[in-house]
């Protein structure tokens, strides 16, 4: 059973930073694509960033330049610099494998709370 486990979450002043990491094994780690969600109350599950395989990265428009998403052989991380009120959301960790366009395989986290106070 694949698991994605998210730790780093908490409360913050606004101008603060945070560090976001997911645990997944090596074998999902090197050939998934691996993102992070995030969920506000009364909201949808939005993507905030996502890193391939190969190491290209994507950002939500709202978070360019503030957040920044990372990978080693053990983790995926996610940096968040000058946090706002509204990046207060659960943040989830994914893992997508795709194929010829269709998704295979989508793991998620189990979500970590990140609240910012203003």
């Known amino acids: 059973q694949v698991q994605l486990v998210e730790s780093g979450g908490g409360l913050v002043q606004t101008g603060g930073s945070l560090r976001l990491s997911c645990a997944a094994s090596r074998s999902i780690l090197s050939t998934y694509t691996m993102g992070w969600y995030r969920q506000a109350p009364g909201k949808q599950r939005e993507l905030v960033a996502h890193?391939?395989?190969?190491?290209s990265t994507n950002y939500a428009d709202d978070v360019k330049g503030r957040f920044t998403i990372s990978r080693d052989n053990a983790k995926v991380y996610l940096q968040m610099n000058s946090l706002k009120p509204e990046d207060t959301a659960v943040y989830y960790c994914n893992g997508r494998l795709k194929a010829f366009g269709n998704i295979v395989n989508d793991y998620w986290g189990q979500g970590t709370q990140v609240t910012v106070s203003s």
């Open positions: 890193i391939t395989s190969g190491g």
